[in-house]
């Protein structure tokens, strides 16, 4: 049996089944786990303590004290999976099989960071999973596979997380096993189209909402940084409000009015009026007493 040695620079809940896949299967070895040097995952380094596998940090992968460590191991293949560092040609390419990234995200579009997040909010129907080759720019590599999950108005953030994990998982493990089986060809991202879409990182300040714009995407702003997120934030009487989730409501008129203000108050939650009708909002904290006539900010 011919045995693929694999790197795995990983890092998070991403990376974790899709080791447990390939440490069952015995054409794989595992020679080293590198995680990511400012927070080594802890997961990781159990596992590969339990496995006795090296698991090690460096600032810069592409160091040349890194380069000889990384030749010492002998790899077929390097993998990365939620890595934060680029690997510049002479670490990429050191492997004979190159080394390859899974990406949550249906390239050539939405390549870069927070896809799922931006996938909701950008309305998607559905989101990509992705592995491809790693080459000198960023998501923008040779695809070797992909597979498409239908998203509707019943997903948020956490259930596409739910089935980010494994699809990822999945995705990358047969990848392998194809690569095993000699099937190597990627199909270059400019077939697809010839520009695809980049997307910035999130960060401090991106959670809050703007309610002058309509409740569709309202609703869909919400729903992208709901709990494991950040949560939605808004401000009233001088406080802050976590808005966690909304509800579209069922035939609710477009009319102009003021945005931001609270139209009523039920026992589901209460009613803010958007650019073009109103949403309820039915998961919050920070508001003990929602009052009508009450205005967000």
Aim: aromatic residues 10%; proline residues 5%.
């Amino acid at each position: 049996m011919n045995v693929t040695t694999i790197g795995y620079f990983a890092d998070g809940p991403w990376s974790h089944q899709a080791l447990d896949k390939l440490l069952e299967d015995a054409s794989v070895r595992i020679a080293f786990i590198c995680a990511r040097s400012d927070r080594p995952d802890p997961v990781l380094r159990e596992r590969a303590r339990d496995a006795g596998i090296d698991f090690i940090t460096h600032e810069n992968i592409n160091a040349d004290d890194f380069l000889d460590r990384m030749k010492a191991y002998g790899c077929d293949l390097f993998v990365s999976m939620s890595f934060n560092q680029i690997f510049r040609k002479a670490i990429r390419e050191l492997p004979p099989l190159g080394t390859i990234n899974c990406h949550a995200g249906k390239l050539p579009f939405y390549r870069g960071r927070n896809i799922l997040n931006w996938a909701l909010i950008n309305d998607e129907k559905d989101f990509g999973v992705t592995v491809h080759y790693v080459d000198g720019g960023i998501d923008t590599g040779d695809i070797l596979a992909q597979s498409s999950l239908p998203i509707t108005d019943a997903d948020s953030y956490a259930t596409l997380l739910e089935r980010a994990y494994p699809a990822c998982a999945g995705l990358l493990y047969d990848t392998i096993k194809a690569m095993q089986a000699g099937q190597r060809q990627g199909r270059p991202q400019r077939d697809i189209h010839p520009v695809g879409l980049y997307c910035t990182a999130r960060g401090p300040g991106d959670e809050r909402l703007t309610w002058q714009q309509s409740s569709r995407d309202v609703f869909n702003f919400v729903r992208a940084i709901c709990r494991p997120g950040p949560e939605a934030r808004t401000m009233l009487r001088g406080g802050e409000v976590r808005i966690n989730r909304v509800e579209l409501v069922p035939d609710a008129p477009a009319y102009k009015g003021v945005t931001g203000a609270i139209l009523g108050v039920d026992k589901a939650g209460f009613l803010v009026k958007t650019a073009d009708s109103f949403v309820r909002v039915v998961e919050w904290a920070g508001l003990e007493k929602p009052r009508v006539g009450d205005r967000f900010q």
